[in-house]
Every structure is written in C-alpha cells, then in structure tokens.
C-alpha cells in the first residue's frame, strides 16, 4: 500500500519562501515520476513540478520556473519542493503524487495519470 504524506505548508507573506515534503511509504522512491500538483478554489489541479526518480530530471510548469527546485532524497524516501519569491497566484492545497511505472515525459501535468496522491497541504500567500 503506497502511502503519501506532505508536510511544510503554511502561510507566508508574497516574496517568502516555502519547502514542501513528501514522504513515501510502502514505495521505494527509485523508479518512476513524482510530482507536485495544486489547486487553488475554484480553479483544476495543476501539475507544478515533476522529478523521474532514476535521472532527477525536473519538470517545472513556466509560471514556477527559476523560484521553485523540486528534489528527492533516495536514502530518506521524500521528495520536497523548495519554493521562493512565492506570490499570491502560487496558493493552494498543494499534493504530491506518484506514478511508479513511468517517466515523467508526456504525463506530469495529467492528474490522471498518477494513481497515488497525498492528502495535500495548503500554502497561502499574502500579498
């Protein structure tokens, strides 16, 4: 049973900064896709950030590129999302999920195709 659990939201003022964890459980973190997705009120689920788990290749949505760096620790099983100069847009209930069957390339922005999912953690940003 893949669990996943994210920790670090919280609320901060526009221009602070932010580290989001993943923790995963009843998964080896050493084959697949991770990513970070959010979802503000009234608005889809947006993929944020992605890592394939053998390379460490990210992904990053335009709008993130530069502020955020997506990581994961292979010894700890956890992937975090360190974010900066965050801005009112970047609010949200922020969830990790996980594909273990495939790369990144073509799905880490299709909620779809992750078939686990942590239960989110919001971060709010002030402006």
């Known amino acids: 049973q893949v669990q996943l659990v994210e920790s670090g939201g919280g609320s901060v003022q526009a221009g602070g900064s932010l580290r989001l964890s993943c923790a995963a459980s009843?998964?080896?973190?050493?084959?697949?896709?991770m990513g970070w997705f959010r979802q503000a009120p009234g608005k889809e689920r947006e993929g944020v950030a992605a890592?394939?788990?053998?390379?460490?290749?990210?992904f990053y949505v335009d709008s993130v590129r530069d502020r955020f760096t997506i990581s994961r620790d292979n010894a700890k099983n956890t992937m975090s999302l360190e974010m900066n100069s965050l801005n009112p847009e970047d609010a949200g209930e922020y969830f990790c999920?996980?594909?273990?069957?495939?790369?990144?390339?073509?799905?880490?922005?299709?909620?779809?195709?992750?078939?686990?999912w942590g239960q989110g953690t919001q971060v709010t940003v002030s402006s």
């Open positions: 999920a996980a594909n273990r069957l495939t790369s990144c390339a073509g799905i880490w922005t299709v909620p779809a195709r992750f078939p686990n």
């Open positions: 009843g998964y080896i973190m050493i084959y697949g896709c």
């Open positions: 890592i394939n788990l053998p390379s460490g290749f990210p």
